[in-house]
């Protein structure tokens, strides 16, 4: 059984950052992108960045670049997300989601994606 499990959000203040997880466990992901993605309330869900699992090659959505960096650890099966310079408009649940390469996908939507997580809440105060 495939599980994506998010954690690391909470509340901050602007200007400050974090670093979410995202363990993902069941499967060899060898051959997945790897999503964050997050969804504000009352809004659509928004493609934030993506790291293939093999390679590491990262794409950032155009609005993100510089403040949010993608990582992963092979050996421990872990995503992350660091976000800096925290914005209110950043409060969001942030979802962890993993995308099989074995097809044509766009990495920006999240339809694309076959497995999420839960989601972990940030909330940025001013």
């Known amino acids: 059984q495939v599980q994506l499990v998010e954690s690391g959000g909470g509340l901050v203040q602007a200007g400050g950052s974090l670093r979410l997880s995202c363990a993902a466990s069941g499967r060899t992901f060898s051959n997945y992108v790897m999503g964050w993605f997050r969804q504000a309330p009352g809004k659509e869900r928004e493609f934030v960045a993506a790291?293939?699992?093999?390679?590491?090659?990262?794409v950032y959505a155009d609005s993100e670049k510089g403040r949010f960096t993608i990582s992963k650890d092979n050996a421990k099966t872990m995503v992350y997300l660091q976000i800096y310079s925290l914005k209110p408009e950043d409060t969001a649940v942030y979802y962890c989601?993993?995308?099989?390469?074995?097809?044509?996908?766009?990495?920006?939507?999240?339809?694309?994606?076959?497995?999420w997580g839960q989601g972990t809440h940030v909330t940025v105060s001013s």
């Open positions: 790291i293939t699992w093999n390679g590491g090659n990262t």
């Open positions: 989601a993993a995308a099989s390469q074995g097809r044509e996908i766009y990495i920006a939507n999240p339809s694309d994606y076959d497995y």
